[in-house]
């Protein structure tokens, strides 16, 4: 029963952060009453973005997960390291190409993109007139409302094609 709750209290707090999280895909634009919109960005102006990339074997995971953590198990205490974990779950070398290559196509440079560690996402730093091109989008200087604080966003939801 405890390992039960402790799941679903685990399951709870995972759905609040993924929620938490995807507010954060939406442009400035959405929070009307946050931010004001102040003008387009130059061409030329620096913008950071990440992508990420679907994990894969999520279900292996979890299953040893619970298998360490079970003193019934032969797998009991047999903890993985972060590189077990990694060659597990990190996507598919031709899905980390593919994105790679769109990143290229649209004129994002080798050097302006980087693959993190676990092989879950790219960081990048472009000009703004790289990510319109990439997500068919105007990127826009917004500034909130209370704080003063300036952020540069695209002007509407945006995502990877397909």
Known sequence: VFLSNMR???LVILAAVLAAASSSLHPASSGSHFYRKLSAVHADQPVRFHVY???RNLDV???MFWDVSN???PSYARYLSIEDITAIVSPASEHVEAVRAWLRAHGVAD???????NKESFKVITRAAVVEKLFNLRMFAYEHRSSGRVIVRGDRPHGIPD
């Open 111 to 117: 050097e302006e993109m980087e693959l993190a560690s």
């Open 8 to 10: 679903v209290i685990c």
């Open 61 to 63: 995971l979890e299953r």
């Open 53 to 55: 990339l679907n994990q």
């Open 71 to 73: 003193p019934r198990h």
